[in-house]
C-alpha cells in the first residue's frame, strides 16, 4: 500500500527485501524521493572518504574519478540507491582491513537487500578461507531473513520469487549473461555464460589477495545476475577503480573504459546495440579472470 502511494502511476515492483523497506521506513516522515536523494549524496561521500581505507592504493585527490562514473550518477537520476549498496561494500572492505572478520561479514549481508545481485560474493569469501567473515555474514544474513518473514510471512517469499520471475520487462537491456543472451535470441547461451562467468571468478578469486577477489566477486556477480539493469553498474565503481590503479596495463586500460560516458550509455542504444553495455561487463571480468597477472596473487 505504501509502494502505491510513492509510485502513484507507475508500476515498477519493488525489488527489495522486507527488512530494506523496514529501514528505508523513517523516510516517509519527510518528502520521500528528496530524503532518499540526500541519503545517497551522504553515501556518496562516505564512500569517497573510505576508499583508501577499503581500496588500498588511491588518493583523494582522484575522487572526481568517481563524478566521472556515470553509474552512479544514473542511479541518482531515477531514484535509486546504488551509493547505499556501494557504502555496504566500502564498510565490509575496511571492517576486514580493520581485522573485524566478523563485523566485516554482517555488514555485507545487508546486500542481501537485493538477494540476486550478490550472488557470487559469498562463495568468493568461502573460497578465500575467510570463515570468520562468512559465518558473520550468514549470522546476520539469518537475522535479516527472520526479520523479513515477520514482516511479511512464508506467503511473502512465494509471492517475491512470483514477481521476479514473471517480470521480464527488456531483459535486451540487461548489463548480463541474460542481456547478451536476449539479444542474439540464443537462449541456452544465458546459463552458459553464467556457469563459465561464475567458474573463471571463484577460480581467479581462490589465489587473488583478498581486495582483489573481492572486487572480482562484485563483477562476478553482476554479469550472472539474473535481474540487474543499468544503474547496477554502479556497484562496479570498486572494481574498476581498484583494477585501475592495482592491475595489469590491460586491466587499466579496460578499466578506464568506464570512465568514458559514452561507453556505459551504451544501453540507451536499441537492440541489438544495447548488448555492448553487458559486453562491457564481461571484458571487465574477463580482464581481471583469464587475462591475468601475478602481482594481483598472494606472494
Not at 133 to 155: E, F, H, K, N, R
Not at 218 to 239: E, K, N, R, T, W
Request: glycine share 6%.
Amino acid at each position: 500500500d505504501l509502494q502505491s502511494k510513492l509510485l502513484g502511476s507507475h508500476d515498477t515492483p519493488f525489488f527489495r527485501a522486507p527488512f530494506y523497506a523496514w529501514m528505508l521506513r523513517p523516510l516517509l516522515r519527510f518528502d520521500f524521493a528528496l530524503a532518499l536523494f540526500l541519503l545517497n549524496l551522504a553515501a556518496t561521500a562516505a564512500v569517497i572518504l573510505f576508499l583508501p581505507r577499503s581500496l588500498g592504493k588511491y588518493r583523494y585527490g582522484l575522487s572526481p574519478l568517481v563524478v566521472l562514473f556515470v553509474p552512479l550518477a544514473l542511479n541518482f537520476s531515477i531514484e535509486q540507491d546504488g551509493a547505499l549498496v556501494l557504502l555496504i561494500l566500502s564498510l565490509s572492505l575496511v571492517a576486514e582491513s580493520a581485522g573485524l572478520s566478523f563485523l566485516a561479514g554482517a555488514i555485507l549481508a545487508l546486500t542481501l537487500e537485493k538477494p540476486s545481485l550478490f550472488l557470487l560474493l559469498p562463495a568468493v569469501i568461502a573460497v578465500q578461507k575467510r570463515f570468520r567473515m562468512l559465518w558473520g555474514y550468514l549470522t546476520c544474513a539469518c537475522v535479516l531473513a527472520i526479520v523479513s518473514l515477520w514482516i511479511v510471512g512464508l506467503s511473502g517469499i512465494k509471492d517475491y520469487i512470483s514477481l521476479v520471475a514473471q517480470y521480464t520487462v527488456t531483459p535486451e537491456k540487461m548489463p548480463t549473461a541474460r542481456g547478451i543472451a536476449a539479444n542474439l535470441h540464443v537462449s541456452p547461451l544465458w546459463p552458459l555464460l553464467t556457469a563459465l562467468a561464475a567458474a573463471a571468478s571463484l577460480w581467479r578469486a581462490r589465489t587473488a589477495s583478498f581486495k582483489a577477489a573481492f572486487c572480482i566477486g562484485i563483477a562476478g556477480s553482476l554479469f550472472v545476475s539474473p535481474q540487474s539493469y543499468a544503474h547496477d553498474c554502479s556497484m562496479l565503481l570498486l572494481p574498476v577503480l581498484y583494477f585501475l590503479f592495482n592491475g595489469s596495463p590491460f586491466q587499466r586500460g579496460i578499466s578506464a573504459l568506464w570512465l568514458v560516458p559514452g561507453a556505459a550509455l551504451a544501453f540507451l542504444l536499441p537492440p541489438p546495440w544495447s548488448i555492448y553495455t553487458a559486453l562491457l561487463v564481461l571484458l571487465l571480468l574477463y580482464s581481471v579472470t583469464v587475462a591475468t597477472v601475478p602481482k594481483l596473487d598472494r606472494a
